[in-house]
């Protein structure tokens, strides 16, 4: 069989999901076995204007991490999309905003103030802030615009699969891989490298009934490491979101945030999740069940930590 | 006047861009580098409730999440006025040394050794981690995957997690380890060591045995005079989880000292138009642009830096390091030259590991006693590290319940901000000369000016193979035409 070619690319991101392809160790061996990488910024010597040269349809997969925060996400996300038969969001952040979404909250000027205007330790008398291109003795200097939202990838351009996690488990990397070499693709839009089940179905703490008649902070407590956090007050998304991770927060002992996205079937994780709580919230009356849910704070960032640019959230509502 | 662009610098986190001006007659005029990446972290986490915020700040870098995933950790203990027991406090540092020398081997296997094993000027194509496969043999370079995955899986067993742990909570941590995971942390622990023994030796082996590369260390193409900051215990030795921050000067001598909630009194930062990275410098001696001497507050927070500003090394083999790498590079303190940074970086890699494997032989790190509920009212909190790539400081400001109302953050890198925007001008200039050919090893000898410092910008180069792709553009500035391309 003949090798495919691979491209790998991350646009705003942290690298973490790099670190786990990595993470797949001796295996990365196999995958150059397998395949010609033929664009990856962290491992070849490839660079934009190669792409650029590519005919169209010239790699057979790319893995795209990353959001898309800025001018040159963007214009990679578009370049990448014409030269790739597969393109794949990989990560939380191509699949649905991840970490970086998080700014979605807020708006270009108030990171910007908060960053070069207000941060204790600035010394700036005269409010500079980053410019698109700076007039310098020497020429002009130039950096790519800041946008306002963040997206994820599939608001940019046509994404063919998601791999979800932040980062994906390097076990399920691998099998990626295989699925991908071997061809046996599953329909167009599908999520690969995951399972079909919730996190609470996979999750190995002992589970009774769900009657939650206290939130508690994990800040002020400390969870009991056998039975379901759900259960004992403290905020866990499983019950809203697909497994695939080997439940690896609910395993640190502090309960999972939701990375792998919403389960088969769900579409907005956040309200998911919020309607689940909701229905084990041990109230018989409204106010009880307001003092209940009140004591949780900040539930956009716990529902939807995530998933804010996949959300039907937006600035204004928030 | 001419410019050279390189751009992109691919195997930088992001998209990291040079910009080199040139005179009429060919030589360097100035230098450009530059940040185009901002996440706006600071900002996106107010409002927040503040135990949740080292799970999220893991996020500003996936090679060095362990840093700000502690850092974040010791200042939400501040905030909540709790000091951890020594459990916890073991069990944090046990993990950080593990991730040390994850990052380490990382950066210096990946991205350094290269250089000097295939040469500075050697084919492009080979000057990559798949080219020491063909000159070593596949089994030095499985022994690199073997060790890092080690390491990371150590930071897996103890955490939970290997990248983005969501382990540390104010007063503690979430989860402790067993006594049988002790156990099986000191055997991984002992490899490690003897790894980087090893490691320590190949560097003896390839670059102080051969003149060469011991000349274009102590050339002046790679050299800063600069001031130096680390991290170091109460006998001056360095520490990467806590102590004083000490500070000293061109001279070797101490400027200041501070404790993490002092950092406002001695460190400020600027910002340039041109870039999204802001430039810290030291209050003490004040702004004075991208230039270097006694008279100007730029500092470097390196490896190199860390090893300048303290006395020694707190374990016996990276002790006995120590000493020779000052002995070999001139018998006195600081060392300015910048390639000795890589050096820098096998001596802490040697700390790092018997740090990890001591911390494992303590059987209090396998207590249940791993937690201190915090009672006091939530307020404010600064919490430092020393990252892989410089020291890091995380501050937040919350109200009564603990929500975020201001944070601030002073990332490894950003530290060296000004050095590395100095150093990659130096070399240019001293590479760049007029009438001369521009060839892809003069553009891998401006590279290795920024490449010693393993920028966290760049979190992802330090894994895997492979020089930095470039281009430069020869551009005449009249006409707007490319004159020379060169690729590689």
Known sequence: MAKIKLGAYWASACGGCDVAILDINEKILDLAAAADILFWPIATDFKYADVEKMPDNHLDVTLFNGAIRNEENEHLAKLLRQKTKTLVAFGSCAHMGGIPGLANLFNREQIFKAVYLDSPSIDNKDSTVPHRTTQVPEGELTLPEFHNTVRKLDQVVDVDYYVPGCPPNPKRIWEVVETIVSG???????????????????????????????????????????????????????????????????RSNTGCRGCYGPPPGVYDQGLKALSAIASVVDADTEEKAAQLVGALPDPVRYFNRFSIPASPLTRRAL | MRTISIDPITRLEGHGKIEIFLDDAGAVKNAYFQVPELRGFEKFVEGMPVEEVPRVVTRICGVCPAAHHLAAGKAVDAVYHVDPPPTAKKLRELYYSAHYVHSHIAHFYALAAPDFVMGPDSDPATRNILGLVQKLGVGPVAEVIKHRALAQEIQRMVSGRATHSVWTLPGGVSKGITEDERKDIIVKAKACLEFAKGSLKLFDDVVLANK????????????????????????????????DHRVVDQNGKELLRYKDAEYLQHIAERVEKYSYLKFPYLKAIGWKGLTDGKDSGLYQASPLSRLNAADGMATPLAQAAYERFYATLGGKKPVKKLLATHWARLVELVYAAERLLELANDPEVASPNFRTLPTATPTEGVGIVEAPRGILTHHFKTDEKGLVTQANLIVGTTNNHGPISMAIKKAAQKVIKPGQEVGQGMLNMVEMAFRLFDPCFSCATHSLPGSMPLTVDIIDERTGTVLERVSR
């Open chain 1, 184 to 250: 046996k693709l599953p329909k167009k839009g599908s999520v690969i490298g995951a399972s079909e089940m919730t996190q609470c179905d996979e999750c190995k703490r002992k589970k009774g009934e769900k009657k939650i008649t206290e939130f508690k902070r994990l800040a002020t407590a400390q969870p009991d490491p056998e039975t379901c956090l759900l259960e004992q007050g403290f905020l866990c998304m499983g019950v809203a979101t697909r497994a695939g991770c080997e439940h690896r927060c609910q």
């Open chain 2, 212 to 243: 060469a590369y011991v000349d274009l260390i102590l050339s002046d193409t790679y050299e800063l005079d600069t001031y130096y900051i680390g991290t170091v215990d109460e006998k001056n030795h360095v520490n990467f989880y806590h102590g």
